[in-house]
């Protein structure tokens, strides 16, 4: 069975490779604290749950003490220059788009078509986490007919994903802290403590307040925590489920849908959801952190209040 | 009667707050507001650092959805994948940017919208194929464009993709967020149809295209206005 541990595995070596390349790489001005970095990271994908989970706490903040002293710094990029990509592109024409598409492509089918295979007993992909493991085997499948189609080694293609790495730097670690500190902000019931704040300060005795209190607090509520999941159940739970369908009889399915939809627009607006609004700014070279976010503020306002009238109007 | 609830852990969601108003290292808000979040919990160093490295071990099959396909998109890159689609798009004639990413909207909430939603997402779609292609539509129209222009373009691109892949999800039965809603809903002894709880979420579905494609147009709009004048 290919399961998560296998892609544990692959990317905690990726990270050697990244931790070791930035090491002997005279170009990188700290490269010392670079390697400690990513050394780090692939010592936690490669053994993570083999620690006792105190040292890798201990361990985390290590990292992030790295990254928040500007210990993270990249090389000088082996970038190909431009007239030698030019060519290539002309003469690869649109083969090239064959690896790239192979990627959703074989995602797709393993997570539909190879969803119920077997090999003997046990199911070729871990059924728990099919989409994480077909994208997994997509990208070796991509990658392998990169390398056929441009008559490159895998290595390449690891120096590649390094220079990516470089680029992007300790946006790649955010948004898995973020995550963590989700986890730990369930555990020490600040959701509850929200909840109660809300529900005790504003007053909801009529229906469009109540509305928009759900609305507006789901899309707070994300902004804070990052994630909708971890605003839903509070909001709902607060006010959706008591006052909007118990006292003014809302439809259940109406309340819970688009006040998920109003979770959403709160996480188009906040830093806090990392790797749908930080990395990619990373990822696609923007100098301003945030641009991603601005350019998704004009839809998810406007949207925000469309919603509160749907809710308002379509709830009974 | 006292309140049971404990208020104190709201202090992590201050230092968040504070911490990216003030513009400090967001890694560093992150460490911080976990150590207030578990002092403010009453809980011992030893079970503060427990919780996180558990947490930490647990997540780690996030950042796999941005790390996997880098090799090979990194490699194809390295070989004019983004110029090939460039020249691509270059010979469009009537295509925007704008209009490129309204038509990248459609195809991308439907796709989620039907449940397949790794079709898009921004290492594998927005960097290698759908921002350069943007750009080049512009270019092909004005030749070069001012780097801000560029950036903004860029951004757009990915706020299309997020855009997309949100409000469509949510109306694929099978999605994450329907479970959890039904489960929620159950637990407070509502039973709901998860269909029927998908067929609600259609009209904000509509809305949010609607809304995004004509952010879209209004970024047409600023390109025209930016490098006509020129």
């Known amino acids: 069975m290919i399961t998560l541990e296998h ?25 010392f604290s670079t390697a400690l970095f990513w050394g780090l990271y692939a010592l936690l994908y490669l053994a993570g749950e083999r620690l006792p989970p105190a040292l890798v706490g201990v361990l985390m903040l290590l990292m992030a003490l790295v990254a928040g002293f500007k210990g993270v710094a990249a090389g000088k990029a082996k970038v190909r220059p431009d007239e030698e990509r030019r060519a290539s592109s002309e003469q690869l024409g649109n083969r090239l788009f064959i690896p790239a598409l192979l990627l959703p492509l074989v995602t797709m089918l393993g997570a539909t ?9 046990l199911p070729l992909l871990d059924p728990k986490h099919l989409t994480l493991v077909s994208l997994g085997v997509a990208a070796l499948v991509a990658l392998g007919a990169a390398c056929w189609l441009t008559r490159s080694t895998p290595l390449q293609g690891v120096r590649e994903a390094r220079r990516l790495v470089d680029a992007m730097s300790w946006a790649v670690v955010l948004p898995h802290m973020l995550a963590v500190l989700g986890l730990l902000f369930t555990e020490a019931g600040v959701g509850k403590a929200v909840a109660h704040v809300t529900t005790s300060y504003i007053g909801m005795d009529s229906r469009f307040v109540a509305v928009a209190v759900f609305c507006i607090g789901m899309a707070l509520f994300t902004i804070v925590m990052g994630n909708g999941f971890a605003a839903f159940p509070v909001m709902a739970g607060g006010v959706g489920i008591p006052v909007l369908v118990g006292s003014y009889g809302a439809n259940p399915a109406v309340m819970a849908a688009i006040g998920m939809f109003s979770a959403y627009c709160g996480t188009l607006m906040t830093p806090m959801a990392a790797n749908f609004n930080i990395v990619p700014a990373a990822l696609l070279d923007l100098p301003d952190k945030n641009a991603v976010i601005r350019a998704q503020i004009p839809t998810a306002l406007p949207l925000l209040v469309a919603n509160i009238f749907l809710l308002y109007f379509l709830m009974n | 009667m006292q309140s049971a609830v404990n208020l104190w852990p709201l202090l992590g969601v201050a230092v968040i707050v504070a911490g990216f108003l003030l513009r400090v290292h ?13 002092f403010a919990a009453a809980m011992p160093v030893e079970a503060i650092l ?13 950042p796999l959805i941005l790390l996997l396909p880098l090799a090979a998109i990194g490699l194809l890159e390295r070989f004019g994948l983004r110029e090939r689609a460039q020249a691509a798009i ?41 921002a350069p292609m943007a750009e080049a539509a512009t270019e092909a129209q004005y030749g070069s464009l001012p780097e801000s222009l560029r950036h903004r373009i860029r951004a757009m691109a990915a706020a299309t993709d997020n855009v997309g892949l949100f409000f469509g999800e949510d109306i694929f039965v099978a999605f994450g967020a329907i479970v959890l809603m039904q489960t ?15 067929l609600c979420g259609i009209p904000t579905a509509i809305t949010a295209f609607v809304i995004h494609a004509w952010n879209l147009t209004r970024l047409d709009a600023r390109i025209r206005r930016e490098l006509e004048k020129r």
């Not at chain 1, 595995?9 to 170009?27: E, I, P, T, Y």
């Not at chain 2, 925007?96 to 449940?115: D, K, M």
């Open chain 2, 184 to 198: 929620i809903l159950q637990a407070e002894g509502i039973a709901v149809n998860p269909l029927h709880m998908a």
């Open chain 1, 113 to 121: 078509l190879f969803k119920d295979m077997h090999v003997g007993e």
């Open chain 2, 26 to 38: 967001p890694v560093l808000v992150v460490v911080a507001a976990c150590g207030v979040t578990g």
């Open chain 1, 7 to 31: 892609f544990y595995l692959l990317v905690g070596l990726l990270f050697v490779a990244v931790a070791g390349m930035n090491l002997v790489d005279r170009s990188n001005p700290r490269r």
């Open chain 2, 50 to 62: 427990a919780s996180l490295g558990a947490a930490f071990v647990k997540t780690r099959n996030l």
């Open chain 2, 90 to 130: 270059a010979k469009v004639k009537s295509a925007t940017a704008g209009r490129l990413l309204i038509v990248y909207l459609f195809a991308r909430e439907t796709s989620a919208a039907a449940g397949l939603t790794s079709l898009g997402g921004h290492p594998t779609m927005v960097r290698p194929l759908v």
